[in-house]
């Protein structure tokens, strides 16, 4: 790569807003009836005789600037609405920005979604020409690459039965194998890569994985932490519509966990805030947490602290955590048992419980923590909540001489943990 | 070394087609072709015929109703009232089907719409040219009915037949796309369709033939695109009588005009369909 080198992808000032309705209710659908209303409401509402309804800019995007050059992989982050999946189809041209510019350097192609005009009536030869065909190939090109498209899917005996006949795995299979052929010099994949089984999952990311090695630029925007860190070479965080990060990929990693913690408390405020209503008495949230290289296996140290919102006072409580992997499985179990009795939450307050792991002998790749309060003796649930912590993460670790790397297809078995737990408030 | 393709992503204000574009397309023009009249015709036990049927199946409860029980005639000695009715319906056929695909197809195809960017006019075109390869079909009847009457093709309704076919697309392209992007926002255009499509029925000359009209009252008729093109197939295909050029220049001119709104129309609602949809 030369120094001067032109950006492939060039974002300049790109913005979109949406107006929201208040007041009405939501109504995507318009009928001609509420545009003749409009219109009549219209001088009105201009001689403020009619309060009518109640409009509000949302920034979705906000003078997006970015420069993205040839064969990086970027990976575009950001909770739920910050913005990011906007920004991945101005770009693919579904939609077009409100102001600003882009200029895409060569041929672009984009999968937001795998199995676009799939037609079950269709067979599976009939699918994938048209599919690849609207991705943008050639007949030629699909011809070319017919026997690849269909090796990689499996489905070679299938071929020429209605795909509304395919399990939906098959179908899965196919739609992302047409995709995973595309040869464009830029390519926007929106979470499309967890698709299928687990062996397959992994054989996909094997496959983009070479993809971005071809030297393809690829726009990713994904959730998974592990999926990121596998491809990516670049990290963008896109928050509340800006640019709130750009730089390698572990600080943006970093930046995008934050912000997706700081998500969950808020989330856990709204829930105090609707406390009459829901009858929510609990409050949980996790502080601290780290994940640290130990001797041997990393270490994990985090802090719960549980509020008591309710007028009267709790004893006798248990607290729960377990880890569950990526399969969503649980695998491991920490508890307050462990210290003496239960414990006791007076009417307004809280507790603090340090959970520490000197030793996590997990595989690497990602884990969640769900998070359960119960009375000691009758485990009536006082309170749960899955994802109580941002994902945990493993990084690449040595032991024994071995070297244990992320996989996705590991279906890290049950452990039994060494934790160590204290009420440190 | 070879020219790099720019893609320029800016807000566009513009209202003329982009037709560059679509010439790019023509392979996914083709492809979209393929596979509406693939699925049209899958798990249906006659196929392809459903194209002759349709029209064939009009004309005879036309013959009945209107010509046996109300007594309409064709304004001709020579022909007989089912070869005027088939050759009106092939038309209308044609025109009815299509004006309702179109009308909602940007809707039926939101699942591409919202996923994979392409020249978004290549969907109404694609529907309007299957319907022409269905149009074909029908001509086989239309040639037996021919040979059974005994009527000689005309030298005028020969030359005219493919500018009849050509000024059909367009008025259901004009039609169809202004329905079309008003559907993605108003879903009640969907609905009213099918019952606009009815009372035009009544007010194009395929029932009753142009003759049955007040003479002063004719040019209205013509104000109605597929009522100019009826008229003129009956009058050059059948040679019932001649054809009124002057009042085929009033179907032309809406057509035309329906067509330039109904066009910059879509290309002015066509940045917002994937927000709408």
């Known amino acids: 790569m030369t120094k001067n080198q032109e950006p492939i992808i060039k974002i300049r000032g790109i913005s979109k807003s949406y107006s929201i309705r208040h007041k009405n209710k939501p109504n995507t659908h318009p009928t001609v009836k509420d545009a003749f209303v409009k219109v009549v409401r219209k001088p009105l509402q201009l001689l403020g005789a009619a309060g009518g309804m109640h409009r509000e800019r949302f920034w979705a995007l906000k003078d997006i600037n970015l420069d993205i050059m040839p064969g990086e992989v970027v990976a575009l982050m950001g909770i739920n609405g910050s913005g990011k999946s906007t920004l991945l189809k101005i770009l693919a041209r579904i939609t077009q920005p409100e102001s600003g510019e882009a200029f895409l350097k060569g041929k672009m192609s984009s999968m937001l979604e795998v199995g676009t005009g799939f037609h079950p009536e269709l067979t599976g030869r009939e699918n994938i020409y048209f599919n690849g065909s609207i991705l943008g190939m050639s007949k030629t090109e699909i011809d070319e690459k017919f026997n690849d498209i269909i090796h990689f899917s499996e489905v070679e005996d299938f071929l020429d039965t209605p795909v509304k006949h395919f399990s939906s795995g098959m179908r899965v299979r196919l739609a992302f194998s047409i995709a995973a052929h595309l040869e464009p010099d830029i390519l926007l994949i929106d979470e499309v890569l967890a698709v299928g089984d687990v062996r397959f999952k992994e054989r996909s990311l094997d496959r983009m994985k070479k993809v971005a090695e071809s030297g393809t630029t690829i726009v990713f925007v994904s959730h998974v932490v592990s999926q990121i860190r596998e491809i990516c070479t670049r990290g963008v965080v896109i928050d509340k519509g800006k640019v709130v990060y750009d730089g390698n990929l572990e600080d943006g990693l970093e930046t995008y966990l934050k912000l997706n913690m700081l998500q969950e408390t808020k989330n856990e405020e709204t829930e105090k805030n609707d406390e009459t209503e829901k009858n929510i008495v609990l409050g949980l949230s996790a502080q601290n947490v780290s994940v640290t290289r130990g001797k041997l296996y990393p270490s994990l140290k985090f802090n719960l602290r549980v509020n008591n919102y309710d007028e009267g006072s709790l004893e006798d409580l248990l607290l729960e955590c377990n880890l569950i992997n990526s399969d969503k499985m649980p695998i491991a179990r920490m508890s307050s048992e462990r210290l003496k009795g239960g414990f006791n939450l007076d009417k307004g307050g809280h507790a603090i419980v340090e959970f520490s792991v000197d030793q996590l002998n997990l595989l690497p790749g990602e884990y969640s923590i769900n998070c359960s309060v119960t009375p000691r003796f009758n485990k009536n649930l006082l309170y749960g909540r899955n994802n109580a912590l941002a994902p945990v993460i493993i990084p690449n670790y040595k032991a024994h001489g071995h070297s244990f790397k992320t996989s996705i297809s590991t279906n890290t078995p049950s452990v039994v943990l060494d934790y160590d737990l204290k009420r440190i408030e | ?277």
């Open chain 2, 1 to 277: 070394m070879e020219k790099v393709q720019i893609t320029h992503i800016s807000p566009d204000n513009t209202l003329a087609l982009e037709w560059r574009e679509l010439l790019d397309n023509t392979e996914l023009l083709r492809y979209f072709i393929w596979r509406n009249f693939k699925v049209r015709y899958k798990q249906t036990i006659i196929g392809a015929a459903w194209a002759i049927f349709k029209p064939l199946i009009l004309m005879v409860v036309f013959t009945f109703a209107f010509n046996k029980v109300g007594s309409v005639e064709t304004g001709s000695e020579t022909v007989p009232y089912p070869i005027f009715a088939y050759a009106g319906l092939m038309f209308w056929t044609f025109f009815s089907q299509n004006i309702n695909q179109v009308g909602t197809s940007f809707v039926t195809f939101q699942g591409i719409i919202n996923k994979v960017y392409f020249p978004r006019v290549i969907l109404p075109i694609s529907i309007i040219t299957t319907g022409i390869i269905d149009f074909a079909f029908s001509l086989i009847i239309y040639f037996g009915l021919m040979a059974y009457y005994g009527i000689a093709p005309t030298l005028l309704g020969t030359i005219l037949f493919i500018p009849l076919i050509i000024m059909t697309s367009l008025a259901i392209l004009g039609v169809g796309i202004f329905a079309a992007a008003l559907n993605v926002k108003y879903r009640d255009v969907a609905q009213v369709i099918p019952f606009f499509i009815q009372a035009l029925l009544f007010l194009t000359p395929v029932i009753y033939p142009v003759s049955a009209v007040p003479a002063s009252l004719q040019w209205v008729l013509y104000i109605n695109p597929i009522a100019g093109v009826v008229d003129t197939a009956q009058a050059s295909l059948l040679g019932i009588r001649d054809v009124q050029w002057h009042m085929l220049a009033i179907s032309v001119a809406t057509t035309i005009l329906t067509l330039v709104v109904g066009l910059t129309y879509f290309k002015a609602k066509e940045r917002e369909f994937a927000d709408l949809i």
